[in-house]
C-alpha cells in the first residue's frame, strides 16, 4: 500500500498508469474521483468499493469508531446512502493478505470504469487529446489509411465482455492492437463511447496528418471548413473511396466481381466521389417528397438530433425536413 | 520439411543456405524454393541481368558456390542471392508446389492475422504492391476483409514486395476458392451514448446501398455472393441497427422488404 503520509513520490494511479500495457490510459484527477456525481452507480460494481477507492486515491485506512456512520452534510438519497465515501475519511480494516489482492484487483476495476466516464469529461478528453497528439495510441494497420492516428475504444460498456480496441477515424472502422500486451485491457475502461466524441469534440484535427505533423498542431485549414452532416466533409473517413479501395488483380487482369474469389467487400471501403450524396436531408427530400422516415444521431456538439423528415405532413405543411434537437442524452460536455 | 526431403529427388542432400535463408529472423513469409525448379533454367529467364553477379549468387543458393574470395566480395555475392532468392520465390510460389507450400503456411498463420476486430484474426497472405523490384514494401492481403495491411514488424516492413508479386495471394484463391471465407456485413458503428453519429451512420447508410446494389448484380448473374446471411430472411443492413436505441426506421424496413421481393 502507498501512504499518504510518508510523501510517496508516485501515487497509486500514476503508478497504475505507468505500468506495461496501459500506455492508453489518462490519469484521472483526484478532483474528478472526489466528486460523488461521477461515481453514481459504481458502488455496486465492485467488491469492496470503499477500500478500492481508498488505495485509488492513496488514502491510508486509519482506525475509525463510527466508519459506519454517514455524516450528513449534502447528503444525496438517490445513492446508495451507506456507501459514499469521501477523500480523507478514515476507516479501520484489519487487512489480510488475501483481502488485499482482492482490494487491488478491484481498485483497478473501479479506476477503469472511473476512467471510462472521466475520458469523456471535458477535463478528461483533453488529457486524451495531447495523448492522440503525442502518438500514444498508435496508428492505422490499414495500408490506405497512410499511419492515420487511431483513438482507444471499448465495443461494450460492460467490462468482461472485449478487451481494448483501437478505432480508426480515417477508415471508421476497429482494430485489434498490434501488441499482446494491450489484449489484457478491458475495452470497457474505455467505452464505446470516447472514440466517436473525440470526433464531435476536436473537429479541427486533420486526420489525415501523422507523425510530428500532429504534434507540430496540424489543423484543417480554413479553406477545408466546409461542413457536411456536422463535421468537415476533408474529415468524413478521408482513407476511404473509389482511390482507397485495394482491386485484387493476377498478372495486371482486374478479378471480376463474378469469380467465386471475386471481390465482395469494396463497399467497406467505399465513399461517394461527390460527398454531398450524404446529405441525408436534402437528398431525401429530393427523392422522396411524402414519407415518415426518423432518424437519431450526433451533431457536432455532441447533442443528439432528431431529424423528423416529412414530420410536419401531419400539420398539413409539406416541404424539407427540419432538424430539430431534443433534450435527451445530453453529453457531459 | 521432413515429408519434402522424402519427396524430393535430392532427398540426400541439405540444403545449406536456402536452410539457412528461411530460418534466418525476419525470414518468415518465404518457403523453401526447390531444388529441381532452382537448376530448371527455365524457371530463371530474364533474372540474370537482374542481379549482380548472377552465377556466383545462383550457385551460393544451390550450395556449389567454391569461390576463393575476399569478405567484401563475399558480402556482395550473399546479397545478390539474397535478391536472386527473392526474384525466384515470386515466379516459385505461383507455381503448383509453391502455392501448396504457401498455403501450409497461410493455415499456421506464418503470416500473421487480420488486424480487423471483424475478420476475427483470420490469417493474412503477403502480397506485392508491384511486381518490380525496390519500388515497395511487402504488405499483408485479408480475403475476408479484401484489404491490405502494414506488417506488424519493422523487420517485415522492409522486404521487398516484388518477392511475393501482386498476383499470387489472388491466385491462391483462385486455386483453392474452398479457401475463401464467407464474407459478413459485420461492422463497427461510432456512437455516443448509445446515438449513431450523424456523419459516419449516413457514410455508413450509403455503403450499406453499395452492398445491395452489388448483391442484386450479383443475384440477377446467378452468382453466389458468399455472404453467409444473404437472401436469408433478415436483411443485411439492418442487423447495425437492431442494438439501436432508436426504432427501427420504418422506411427503411419496407425498403428491404422490398429488396427481398426483388432478388
Ligand atoms: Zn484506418
Ligand atoms: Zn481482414
Known sequence: MMSSSSGTPESWISSFCSLLGHEYFAEVSEEFIEDDFNLTGLQTQVAMYKEALEMILDVEPEEDEDEDEEDEEEEDESIEGADRMRHGERRNHSRIASDLSVIESSAEMLYGLIHQRFICSRAGIQQMSEKYELGHFGVCPRNHCEQARTLPVGLSDIPGEETVKLFCPSCLDVYVPPNSRFQTVDGAFFGRTFGALFLLTFPEYDLTKRGADVLAGARISDNDKEMLNGMYTCNIAPGLGSAKIYEPRIYGFRVSELARSGPRMQWLRDKPDDLSELDEARKFAEDNPDSDDDDESMNLHGRPVRRLRQQRKNHGQGGSPVPMETNGAESEL | ?263
Not at chain 2, 68 to 95: F, N, Q
Not at chain 2, 133 to 149: A, F, G, M, N
Not at chain 2, 171 to 197: D, H, T
Request: hydrophobic content about 35%.
Open chain 2, 1 to 263: 520439411m521432413m515429408d519434402e526431403f522424402a519427396s524430393e529427388s535430392d532427398s540426400d542432400y541439405t540444403s545449406y543456405w536456402r536452410d539457412w535463408f528461411i530460418s534466418s529472423r525476419g525470414n518468415e513469409y518465404f518457403c523453401e524454393i526447390d531444388e529441381d525448379y532452382l537448376t530448371d533454367r527455365f524457371n530463371l529467364t530474364g533474372l540474370n541481368t537482374e542481379v549482380q553477379y548472377y552465377q556466383y549468387a545462383l550457385d551460393l543458393i544451390t550450395d556449389v558456390f567454391d569461390l576463393d574470395c575476399d569478405d567484401e566480395m563475399r558480402e556482395t555475392i550473399e546479397k545478390s542471392a539474397r535478391h536472386l532468392y527473392g526474384l525466384i520465390h515470386a515466379r516459385y510460389i505461383v507455381t503448383t508446389r509453391g502455392l501448396a507450400k504457401m498455403l501450409d503456411k497461410y493455415k499456421k498463420a506464418d503470416f500473421g492475422k487480420c488486424p480487423r476486430v471483424f475478420c476475427h484474426s483470420h490469417p493474412l497472405l503477403p502480397m506485392g504492391q508491384t511486381d518490380a523490384p525496390h519500388q515497395k514494401p511487402v504488405k499483408l492481403y485479408c480475403v475476408r476483409c479484401e484489404d491490405v495491411y502494414n506488417p506488424k514488424s519493422s523487420r517485415h516492413a522492409a522486404i521487398d514486395g516484388a518477392y511475393f508479386g501482386t498476383s499470387f495471394h489472388n491466385i491462391m484463391f483462385q486455386v483453392y476458392p474452398a479457401l475463401v471465407p464467407p464474407k459478413s456485413s459485420e461492422r463497427y458503428v461510432p456512437r455516443v451514448y448509445g446515438f449513431k453519429v450523424h456523419a459516419s451512420a449516413s457514410l455508413i447508410r450509403w455503403q450499406n446501398g453499395q452492398r445491395h446494389k452489388m448483391l442484386r448484380r450479383l443475384r440477377k448473374m446467378e452468382v453466389e455472393s458468399g455472404f453467409k446471411d444473404d437472401g436469408g430472411a433478415e436483411d443485411l443492413d439492418e442487423e447495425d441497427d437492431e442494438e439501436d436505441d432508436v426504432e427501427l426506421d420504418e422506411l427503411d424496413r419496407a425498403e428491404a422488404d422490398a429488396m427481398h421481393v426483388v432478388g
